[in-house]
């Protein structure tokens, strides 16, 4: 939850590094609250944990699949700002050391479980869509709330 204040610290020093058509989505960021930026979080996380379940009751793997590769690609956005930028970008410290070893865990698992067949990535590329749409959908709520 550390948004905030990057934002009134770091972005003003290092936002000439940023290429122009990303300055455009990131003056969207400039004004977030941590509370706007936990309501997004909470909405996601709902929709992520609602996902969960029925993937669990369903045993329809590719639902947790889609997730779990959804995160893993954002995972690498963290460190991938961070070096391009030189400076710590929100969420590097959650990427290298939660997110990373937990999907390194998770692939090798779900490989030697015999989960990782074309259906299921076929699949989990829809529920990637559907989350994505979800992330957007909880930005508005996020403006909303906060």
């Avoid at 934002?7 to 058509?21: E, G």
């Avoid at 706007?36 to 369903?58: E, G, K, M, N, Y």
């Avoid at 997110?99 to 990535?121: D, R, W």
Wanted: glycine share 4%.
């Amino acid at each position: 939850m550390t948004i905030e204040g990057w934002f009134k610290k770091i972005y003003p020093r290092i936002s000439r590094k940023i290429p122009s058509f990303a300055q455009k989505e990131m003056k969207k960021f400039e004004d977030i609250t941590a509370a706007q930026f936990s309501a997004v979080v909470f909405v996601f996380s709902i929709a992520s944990s609602i996902l969960i379940l029925i993937a669990a009751i369903t045993q329809y793997y590719f639902l947790f699949f889609g997730l779990n590769l959804l995160f893993a690609l954002n995972m690498f956005t963290h460190p991938l700002q961070a070096l391009y930028l030189r400076c710590y970008t929100p969420g590097l410290w959650t990427a290298l050391f939660l997110i990373i070893p937990y999907n390194i865990v998770f692939f090798n698992y779900f490989s030697k479980a015999g989960f990782l067949t074309m259906n299921t990535i076929l699949g989990s590329l829809l529920v990637m869509l559907f989350l994505i749409s979800v992330f957007f959908l909880s930005h508005k709520v996020g403006e909303k709330w906060g």
